[in-house]
């Protein structure tokens, strides 16, 4: 399984970034995909999940301003991220499973300045 994500920089306040994870090594339609991020200092938290069918489902403080979705013909998921916010600044990484096991992406950086 190999999970690439993409897509972070440096951005400011206000600002939008959509991040791309490509997935390969599993039958990726009906797989839940999710995002987490870390943020310095922090335990790393799923901010957002899609389900095989696309039923999404976020955390409460990205709520509306985060959009989950999925490319079944790609094997990608993506993140759109709005309305950025310093406090969304982290590592963003994809995690999925397969036979009960997790598998991450490497990450990629989300740095929002104010």
């Known amino acids: 399984v190999q999970l690439q994500a993409s897509g972070g920089g440096l951005v400011q306040a206000g600002g939008s970034l959509r991040l791309s994870c490509k997935a390969s090594g599993i039958n990726f339609r009906i797989n839940r995909m999710s995002w987490y991020r870390q943020a310095p200092g922090k335990q790393r938290e799923m901010v957002a999940t899609i389900t095989g069918s696309g039923g999404e489902n976020y955390v409460g403080s990205v709520e509306g301003r985060f959009t989950i979705s999925r490319d079944n013909v790609k094997n990608t998921v993506y993140l759109q991220i709005a309305s950025l916010k310093p406090e969304d600044t982290g590592v963003y990484y994809c995690?999925?499973?397969?036979?009960?096991?997790?598998?991450w992406g490497q990450g990629t950086l989300v740095t929002v300045s104010s």
């Open positions: 995690q999925t499973l397969r036979g009960g096991a997790n598998y």
